[in-house]
Each structure stands twice: as structure tokens, then as C-alpha cells.
């Protein structure tokens, strides 16, 4: 990128801010229902965003009854008072069930005690309940005025200069059971909490060849007990929406048999605290409990999770999407008029949109009217794209048909990993060896990359091979970087030798490069014109075709948890400044999203030059920051960000001119990036996207049938990745023209445009680009694109 695009990108984002201010109003922001890990996040994202924009931003307390009480219920909130709360689960706010505000009455004494603050502006942060109260008093609003103008509460003045209320709200709620958007606030934070039990539960299970029940969270909504089954590979899943068919203790009991047979040690089963029977019944955990002891006889133990799944910090997942969404929401109270219908923030694909809310809590209402009618598949239509593939993809992988129910195919698909390790290429081998399988084919693992496939290091892999893969990092397969280029008669030798009809390579740059490569020598080598497709997968999520890698999600947890355990002992020493490294290569999405979950001052990448001007400014920022409360700072460097401007420099340019104002430490963050076990996210996706991928292999063995096909086109050569708001699958010869091969970088990046999110939030003056869409979308735009949900 040169200085001409980047001052033109300058240019644009001011345009976009121009237009924007928030002088002379007030927003008043609230959380309400059940607290949810990120709420803190969207709150400090909301105040300071307002207070950016020249708003005067208030906190209320205790949700709607600290608006019904008022008094010190309301409080002009400072951009120091959301210091430090980044990284805390729950709210700091406060959340209760009100039902004053539920009568008109309270409604009454609310509206007064905003009026006198001069607040008509409401950022509410909850669940589908919180967000249709604040729709019915937005509607009231004018007339709950002229009431209190009438009993002599407040002149007629006050009812022309507040004669109207915005509206916006951001789904805070860990079921995920919200129509409209892909994940709520605190969705992925939860799932954490229960993949670390069900993680260390399985070790423990598996001592005592022991069967464990665990029950989670979800009354209504079977999103967690799902994606739970699908990112630790349970035996058996109970929902709310897609309650089992007639008859399923005993498809149950076998099932549970036929995996002990297959010498698994342990079987897990996940159970909604809201599942029931086709009849609308309860399946209560205790339930399968003794059905499971009377019939199998097996040691069976019941764990019940409960509000452990709500605590804790929140991922690093939670923390973008709520800074991402409160920004949003003040750009939308900034943007609205008195038409202007309340909206929800929400997030499709990996875009900020907004949506309706009136619809979308219709929605949400519908698939509970769908459950109570028995209309269960409606229900799970109307969850939406991401619950629907979610249950598609589990029941493929969690239920083998008998090998005589399955149609062969007669064709070998090989599967191999590339490149360095990223936690989640596990689980991606695993769902690709299953969906091959229920499809006929014969899977076969290629071991150590490219020079095990020359050296024909190929083994047939069946599905009980990869029992258990989900829960483990690295690559059990084995990977190196080494291209193929050097060995491609070895390698066309070993396909011709092993008769491989298709091939699905897991990994990342180096992956990319390989299968360019491989796509070159087609000409030469007629083995290689079969259908092949790459999953990409590394931390530095730097893969062209793809807004994210597997593996990237964990690599962020890391970081995220290292910088809150470094900031966390800044805080007893004060003044004192860390400079963290970062992985990534060229690419700078860790580092600067890493800034952003972190709550960072400055975070140096490769994508945006910088000088020792730049230098400067951050490190006099940092020494006006220790005249404040806040008295430390968070530095995030790539690797590769620029080769005089190394990290010992900064440390030691900081150290220099810091002294006597704040003291500096540095850490290399190194290969703990890489390493530990996948976050649920990277399970989830990775499961996901190669269930998709082996697919999309097969329906194009199913059209070559018989005609002896030779696969030479470019469409038959694809990378898999999600692109803005669809899962695409993208000719590798058409993604080479938008590669910047010298930096192992694409040569656009979405995650760009949060850079000046994350510099707002620290308080430093740029422009930020308003929004992806700063228009209401109807409900059910969908496109004609397969669409990603994440």
C-alpha cells in the first residue's frame, strides 16, 4: 500500500465522520434480563464513542428500574469510569427485572427522569424482553410528554425541545436465541465456559469408561447445547427445536453401544435444560440418566452446568463484536430522525448491519409459537441459516449409517495438512473424514504435508480414527511448509499409485502456495486434474479468499489473556508501559484485533506505514494518559511491522522518553499463539467449513461420473473462505491477482476498517468509517449467495 492510498483512505473516513456529531445530546445506555459476558464491552464502547462525538453519555443503573427510580439511578458517565471493565464478565451497571416499567405508571416516572437529563437517546443492551419495552415507551414517548406537561411536571418547552425518542438496541443474551443476528453478546463467551468442562470432563471420563450427561443453558433456545455437541463430538443431542423421533431411548441406547464397540472409553450426552418430546414433554438429564443405567448398565453421572456458563471473562470474540456493535449503535442514535424505527445491531456474517426491531423480536416470538404448535421444523427454519447448518452439519458427523446402507462412489479423496500448526485443523480433518464417508467415498491421510504425500506416507483413515480429534490442537496428521514444486513427479506418482480423485489440503499460506502450484503442473501431470479445494487454516489469518482462518480465534484468546494478566499486574506497579509481539508474518490482524479485545493504546502493524512522528505522538500520548487514574499502557507490535522499528527499538525509544513519566517492559508472545487446545469458534468452524468443502468435492465427482472426466478448469481448483456475509468457494487462479505475494498478504483486508474503532476507544482523534450499512435492512435480504453464517 502506498502513502497515496493510504492518505486517500484518510480522506474517506473523514468525509464519513463530518457529518456526525453528537453535540448537545445525551444517550443514556442500559442493561437489562440476564447479564451476559461483553455487556461491559458494549458499554465502554458506547460511552466513549459518545463522548468522541461530543454527546454527553449516561449510565443507568439496574436497567429499567434504575430509569423508574432515577435519582442516582442516573448517572453522567467519564471516559475513565469504563476504564478497566474490558475484560469483566457480567455488567457494571447492573441488570434487573422491573415491573414498575411494565405499567404505563412507571413508564411515566421513567420518561420524567430522562426529560430532566435531557436524554432522548436509548442504547439498550439485553434480550428480546428488554428491547420490545423499550420499542413500547419509544412509541409512547409523545404521548407520556404531554401527560407530564399536563399534571405540571415539565413545560412545554421540554415536550418540543424532547419531542422524540431513538431507539437502539444490541442483543446481550448467552443463548444466542435472538432472530436476526448470527451471535448475541456473550454467545461465545459461554461456549468457552462449557467446552472447558466438557474438555476436562472427557479426561476424567474416559479413566472410568464412564458416560456423562451434561445439562446446559437454554430454555428456549438449543443454540449452546448444539454447538457444544458439535465442538466436543457428543454421542447424542437434546434441543427444544428438533426434540428426537418416537422411539429414540432406544436408537439412543444403541447408538451409545455401537460407539463403546468401537472401543470408544466414554460417551457424552448434552442436554438444553429446555429439551422435550414431540409430545411438548420435558427430557430431563436425569431422566436419560436412569434410562441409560437401566438399559445399558453403563456408569452414568450427571453434571449440571448452570451459571457458570453466564460468569467469567469475556472471549475475545464477545469483546470485538460488542465494541464493533456499540460504536455502531451511537452512529445509529447519531443517524436517526423522528421516522427513524427502533433498531437492533446485529451481525451477519462478519458485517455490523441493522436490522428492524420490531420484526426481529416477531421473529424470535414466531419460532416459540412454532415449538408450541409441535411445528418443529419451522422452528429451526426460523432460527435462522447458522442454527440450521449447525444441526445439518452435527447429525451428519455424530450418526455412521451401517457400511451397507451407504452408497459407494468408488473414488479416494486424500486429505492433508500444510504449513504451520493451527489449533482447529483437527477438528476440520475429522468432519472431512466423516462427510466423506456418509458420502461413500474412501478417505485417505497424507502424513507430514507435501514430503510425506511425495514419499507416499498415505494411510486409509476410517471414522472411528478421528473419535476425539475436536478437542485437540495442533495437527495430529502432522504438517510442514514445504511446497510440493520440487517433488511433483513423486507426488503425481503417489496419486496415480493410490488412485486419488480429489484432494483436500487443510492450512494455510504455504497451502495457498502449494496449490498454485499444483494447478501450474496440470498440464504435465494429468493425476493432478481432480478436484481439489483448500480450507484455510493458520493464526495469522493471511490466507487470500478468506475473511478468517481456523486457528485464528485461539491465537487471539492467547493474546487476549496474556494482555489482561500483564495489564492486570501493570496495575499494582503504575506507570509502566508493556510492549507486546504479536505473530502474523506481514499481516497485522492479531495485533490489531488483538489492540481491540485488549484495550490497547497503539498497535504498530505492517498495513499502516508509520514513522517516528507516529512514534512521538503515541508515546506523548501515553504520558498524558499517566496524568489521569488510568496509569498504564498496552503496546501491541507484529512481528513483521517494520524491519528498523523492531521491538526492541520501541521498547527502548518508549524507555527513553518515558522516563521519569512511566517505566516500559516488553514480551515476545511467540509460540503459545500457536499452540493449546482450539477456542469453540475454530471447532465450530472448522467442523463447518469442511463438512462444506468434502460436499462440495463430492458433488463434483457426482457430475464427472462415468465420463472418465479430467478436471483442467480453474473452477475445480478452489480456496473455501467466508467473504463479507457469504461462504465462497474461489478459483485460486482468479485469487492470484489479489495477493501480495512478496508480504504473504492479500491485497485488501476487511479488519482494516476497525482500525480507527480501536484507536477511538483509546482515545486518539481519527475518523472512523461510519458503518457497513448505515441503512435499516428489511429481514429477510438474503442474496443469492451461500450465505456464512459464523
Not at 487446545?677 to 468452524?685: E, T
Not at 465427482?701 to 480453474?714: I, N, Q, T, V, Y
Request: aromatic share 6%.
Amino acid at each position: 500500500m502506498d502513502d497515496e492510498d493510504v492518505a486517500n483512505r484518510k480522506v474517506s473516513f473523514r468525509k464519513c465522520l463530518e457529518h456526525l456529531s453528537g453535540a448537545g445530546k445525551a444517550i443514556g445506555v442500559l442493561t437489562s434480563g440476564g447479564d451476559a459476558q461483553g455487556m461491559n464491552a458494549a458499554v465502554r464502547a458506547v460511552v466513549r464513542m459518545g463522548i468522541y462525538v461530543g454527546a454527553k453519555v449516561y449510565f443507568i443503573y439496574e436497567g429499567y428500574q434504575g430509569m423508574v427510580d432515577g435519582d442516582r439511578n442516573i448517572v453522567e458517565a467519564s471516559w475513565e469510569s469504563v476504564s478497566s471493565i474490558l475484560q469483566v464478565g457480567g455488567t457494571i451497571i447492573g441488570s434487573a427485572r422491573c415491573k414498575a416499567f411494565r405499567t404505563r405508571e412507571g413508564r411515566l416516572r421513567a420518561a420524567h427522569n430522562l426529560v430532566q437529563r435531557g436524554i432522548t437517546n436509548l442504547c439498550v443492551i439485553g434480550g428480546d424482553g428488554s428491547l420490545t419495552g423499550a420499542n413500547i415507551f419509544r412509541k409512547e414517548w409523545s404521548g407520556l410528554l404531554e401527560e407530564l406537561a399536563q399534571n405540571g411536571e415539565i413545560d412545554k418547552e421540554q415536550v418540543q425541545k424532547h419531542s422524540y425518542l431513538n431507539v437502539v438496541g444490541m442483543v446481550g443474551s448467552i443463548d444466542n436465541d435472538f432472530c436476526g443476528t448470527d451471535m448475541t453478546i456473550g454467545t461465545d463467551s459461554a461456549l468457552h465456559r462449557i467446552i472447558e468442562v466438557v474438555d476436562a470432563i472427557m479426561t476424567t471420563a474416559q479413566s472410568h469408561q464412564r458416560t456423562f450427561v451434561l445439562e446446559v443453558m437454554g430454555r428456549h433456545c438449543g443454540y449452546l447445547a448444539l454447538v457444544s455437541a458439535l465442538a466436543c463430538g457428543a454421542d447424542w443431542v437434546f434441543l427444544p427445536e428438533s426434540p428426537p423421533e418416537e422411539g429414540w431411548q432406544e436408537n439412543m441406547c444403541i447408538k451409545l453401544s455401537e460407539n463403546r464397540a468401537r472401543k470408544k472409553r466414554l460417551n457424552i450426552i448434552i442436554v438444553a435444560e429446555g429439551a422435550i418430546d414431540t409430545q411438548n414433554k420435558p427430557i430431563t438429564s436425569e431422566q436419560i440418566k436412569e434410562l441409560v443405567v437401566k438399559q445399558l448398565g453403563y456408569d452414568t453421572r450427571v453434571t449440571i452446568l448452570g451459571h457458570v456458563q453466564r460468569g467469567g471473562t469475556p472471549s475475545a470474540f464477545d469483546r470485538i463484536l460488542a465494541s464493533r456493535m456499540g460504536v455502531e449503535a451511537v452512529v445509529a442514535l447519531l443517524q436517526a430522525t423522528p421516522e427513524t424505527p427502533a433498531c437492533v445491531v446485529s451481525l451477519s456474517g462478519n458485517q455490523a448491519v441493522r436490522l428492524p426491531l420490531v420484526e426481529c423480536v416477531q421473529m424470535t416470538q414466531d419460532v416459540q409459537r412454532a415449538m408450541d404448535e409441535r411445528r418443529f421444523k419451522d422452528a429451526v427454519r426460523l432460527r435462522g441459516r447458522s442454527f440450521e447448518s449447525n444441526l445439518n452439519t452435527y447429525k451428519r458427523l455424530a450418526i455412521k449409517l451401517p457400511d451397507d446402507q451407504i452408497v459407494k462412489s468408488n473414488c479416494n479423496v486424500a486429505i492433508i495438512n500444510v504449513g504451520a500448526p493451527a489449533a482447529g485443523m483437527n477438528a476440520a480433518v475429522r468432519s472431512a473424514v466423516r462427510v466423506g464417508i456418509a458420502d461413500g467415498h474412501k478417505m485417505l491421510a497424507i502424513y507430514d504435508g507435501f514430503e510425506g504425500f511425495a514419499k507416499g506416507q498415505i494411510k486409509e483413515i476410517g471414522w472411528g480414527d478421528v473419535g476425539g480429534w475436536t478437542g485437540q490442537g495442533g495437527s495430529i496428521l502432522g504438517t510442514k511448509r514445504t511446497l510440493p514444486g520440487k517433488s511433483l513427479e513423486d507426488i503425481a506418482a503417489q496419486m496415480r499409485k493410490h488412485s486419488i480423485n480429489a484432494l483436500l489440503i487443510v492450512g494455510g499460506f504455504e497451502a495457498y502456495l502449494g496449490l498454485l502450484e499444483l494447478s501450474a503442473a496440470r498440464d504435465k501431470y494429468e493425476e493432478l486434474c481432480v478436484p481439489m479445494v483448500m480450507v484455510p487454516a493458520t493464526v495469522s489469518n493471511n490466507v487470500p479468499g478468506s475473511d478468517f482462518s481456523i486457528g485464528a480465534d485461539t491465537a487471539l484468546n492467547t493474546i487476549t489473556d496474556t494482555c489482561d494478566r500483564i495489564k492486570q499486574s501493570a496495575s499494582g506497579t503504575k506507570r509502566r508501559v508493556f510492549i507486546i509481539e504479536t505473530m502474523g508474518g506481514y499481516c497485522g490482524y492479531l495485533a490489531n484485533m488483538g489492540g481491540l479485545a485488549a484495550g490497547a493504546d497503539a498497535a504498530y502493524i505492517f498495513e499502516e506505514p508509520f514513522d517516528i512522528r507516529d512514534l512521538q505522538s503515541n508515546v506523548e500520548h501515553l504520558t498524558e494518559k499517566m496524568k489521569t487514574t488510568i496509569q498504564r499502557g498496552l503496546v501491541l507490535r507484529n512481528e513483521s511491522c517494520n524491519e528498523n522499528y523492531t521491538t526492541d527499538f520501541i521498547y527502548q525509544l518508549y524507555s527513553e522518553e518515558g522516563k521519569g513519566v512511566f517505566d516500559c517492559r516488553k514480551n515476545v508472545l511467540g509460540h503459545m499463539q500457536q499452540g493449546g487446545a482450539p477456542s469453540p469458534f475454530d471447532r465450530n468452524f472448522g467442523t463447518k467449513i469442511s463438512a462444506r468443502a468434502m460436499q462440495w468435492i463430492s458433488t463434483k465427482l457426482k457430475e464427472a461420473l462415468g465420463k472418465g472426466k479430467r478436471f483442467m478448469s480453474d473452477d475445480s481448483i478452489c480456496v473455501l473462505g467466508i467473504s463479507k456475509r457469504n461462504l465462497l468457494f474461489q478459483p485460486v487462479a482468479q485469487l492470484r491477482q489479489e495477493t501480495d505475494f512478496e508480504h504473504r498478504i492479500p491485497k485488501e483486508q476487511w479488519w482494516l476498517k476497525l482500525r480507527p474503532l480501536m484507536k477511538i476507544l483509546a482515545k486518539y482523534k481519527v475518523s472512523y468509517e461510519v458503518s457497513d450499512s448505515d441503512q435499516l435492512e428489511p429481514m429477510h435480504h438474503r442474496g443469492h449467495e451461500e450465505p456464512a453464517a459464523i
